[in-house]
C-alpha cells in the first residue's frame, strides 16, 4: 500500500474514496496522488506561498487547504494546464489525464463532501489527444522474443508467453494466483477490481506446466502467488519489467522502442490481424469498459490496404476493357 502521509487529510480522504467506494486500483490511486500533488505545488507558487528557489520537488503540500482549493477559480485551472504544457512540458495525454484527475476531484469536494458549491473544474476543456498507432512487435519479432528466453528461464519465458498470448496488463499478470488456473481458463482481475476470465491457448498451458514443474515449493512467502522473484515472494512490477527489457535486448529489438505494455499491444495486434478476432470478442479479452478503447488495436497496415482496394468489385474494370468487349 502506498504511503500517502505528506498529503494532506482531504486529499486522504479523497484517495480513500476512490478505493474503497469507486473500487479504483492501487494504481490508479496513485495516479491521482501524483496528479493532484503537482496541481498543489503550482498552486502554493500560484498563491506566492514558497520562495522562488524553492526546487519544484521539494514543495510540501501538507497544509494545503479546502479554503485554499475553494478560492480556486476556472481561470486559475486553465494557468495550471498551460504550466503544466509549457513548463512542464507534459503531453497532450498526460495533461488530459490531469484534467480528469481534476474533475474527479473536485466533484468529490463540491458533491461528496460538500466543502463548498462552486466547482471550478466542472466547465474545464480536457485537451485535444491526437490518434497514434499503438507500438507493437510484429510476428517474427514475436517469436524471436520467445525464442531468447525459451531455453534460458522457465518462469521468464512463461511470463512473456502470457504476456503476447493474451494481452495481459502488468498488473494482471504479477497477481496471478495458481488458484487462478483452472485446466484452460484463467481469472485475473483488471481495472476497477474487475474480474474476468481468459482462455488458455496450448502454448500458455505447456509453459505454465514446465514453470511450475521448477517453481520453488520450500519457504515461499506467498505460496498462491505464480510468479515468485528470487526472494521466493510474489514478483513485482519492476521485477517484470527488467525481465522483458533483458529478452527484448537478448533478442536484439530496441529496448527503448518496446516496453511490457507493448507486449499488450503486440498480442492484441496478433490476435486482430492474424486471427481475425472480432473486435467486441478482443474487447472482452483485453478487458475493455469502452469498445473505442479496443478500436486502437485494430489498426491496418499497408498490405491489408492494398488487398481492400484489390477487393473491390471495379478492381478489374477500365474503359479499354469496356470497349474491347463491344
Excluded: W
Amino acid at each position: 500500500m502506498y504511503d500517502y502521509s505528506s498529503a494532506p487529510l482531504v486529499l486522504r480522504e479523497f484517495l480513500s474514496y476512490m478505493d474503497t467506494i469507486k473500487g479504483k486500483s492501487q494504481n490508479t490511486a496513485k495516479e491521482y496522488f501524483y496528479d493532484l500533488r503537482t496541481f498543489f505545488r503550482f498552486l502554493k507558487i500560484h498563491n506566492g506561498l514558497v520562495s522562488k528557489d524553492t526546487e519544484f520537488e521539494d514543495i510540501t503540500i501538507d497544509d494545503v487547504t479546502v479554503k485554499m482549493l475553494s478560492e480556486v477559480t476556472l481561470s486559475d485551472l486553465y494557468e495550471y494546464m498551460a504550466y503544466t504544457n509549457r513548463i512542464r512540458k507534459n503531453t497532450s495525454s498526460s495533461r488530459a489525464r490531469k484534467v480528469s484527475s481534476l474533475k474527479s476531484f473536485y466533484k468529490f469536494l463540491t458533491t461528496k463532501k460538500n466543502y463548498f458549491e462552486n466547482n471550478p473544474a466542472k466547465e474545464l476543456e480536457t485537451p485535444k489527444i491526437g490518434k497514434s498507432l499503438p507500438r507493437h512487435l510484429d510476428l517474427d519479432s514475436s517469436m524471436l522474443l520467445l525464442s531468447s528466453a525459451q531455453d534460458i528461464n522457465k518462469r521468464d519465458y512463461c511470463i512473456l508467453t502470457l504476456l503476447l498470448n493474451c494481452g495481459l496488463r502488468l498488473s494482471e499478470l504479477i497477481g496471478i494466483n495458481i488458484s487462478d488456473i483452472k485446466e484452460s481458463t484463467l481469472t485475473v482481475t483488471g481495472k476497477g477490481n474487475k474480474e474476468r476470465t481468459i482462455y488458455l491457448n496450448n502454448a500458455c498451458k505447456a509453459a505454465i506446466t514446465a514453470y511450475l514443474e521448477v517453481r520453488p515449493k520450500d519457504r515461499v512467502k506467498d505460496r498462491d502467488a505464480l510468479f515468485l522473484n528470487k526472494n521466493k515472494q510474489r514478483i513485482g512490477a519492476r521485477g517484470v519489467q527488467l525481465i522483458v527489457k533483458k529478452y527484448l535486448g537478448l533478442a536484439g529489438l530496441d529496448t527503448k522502442k518496446y516496453s511490457t505494455h507493448k507486449l499488450r499491444h503486440t498480442a492484441a495486434t496478433l490476435m486482430y490481424k492474424h486471427g481475425n478476432v472480432d473486435i467486441r470478442v478482443l474487447q472482452e479479452i483485453l478487458g475493455h469498459e469502452n469498445l473505442s478503447t479496443t478500436e486502437i488495436y485494430t489498426h491496418t497496415d499497408s498490405s491489408q490496404l492494398r488487398e481492400a482496394v484489390n477487393k473491390n468489385p471495379l478492381a478489374d474494370i477500365s474503359i479499354n476493357s469496356k470497349k474491347k468487349e463491344r
